[in-house]
């Protein structure tokens, strides 16, 4: 049974956004503020589970919706790019 991780897109404060993400296991967190750091905070995470996770998106009531396309569209490009592999 694949792991749960929870990947909540939020404000950055500044005027960006960032990804938090959550190990539920053993709620190791991460903060990506960018698409490569999400990147490789999730294949370093999940190579405790051997790759076996799963990953539920959440997103903060105050995320502007520009910031959530944003983020949409680079996970898009990273999952076409991770089914290549």
Known sequence: MAVKFIATIKE???GGW????????????A?????SI????I?????DYSGD????????DNLTLEHFDDVKLAI????KKFDKE
Not at 31 to 35: E, N, R
Not at 43 to 47: L, R, T, V, Y
């Open 12 to 14: 950055n404060g500044l």
């Open 18 to 29: 960032l990804i938090e993400l959550k190990d539920t296991v053993d709620n190791k967190v």
């Open 31 to 35: 903060t990506c503020k960018d698409i």
């Open 38 to 41: 999400f990147e490789d905070a």
């Open 43 to 47: 294949e370093q995470m999940g190579d």
């Open 53 to 60: 996770i799963e990953v539920v998106w959440e997103k903060d």
């Open 76 to 79: 898009s490009k990273y999952q």
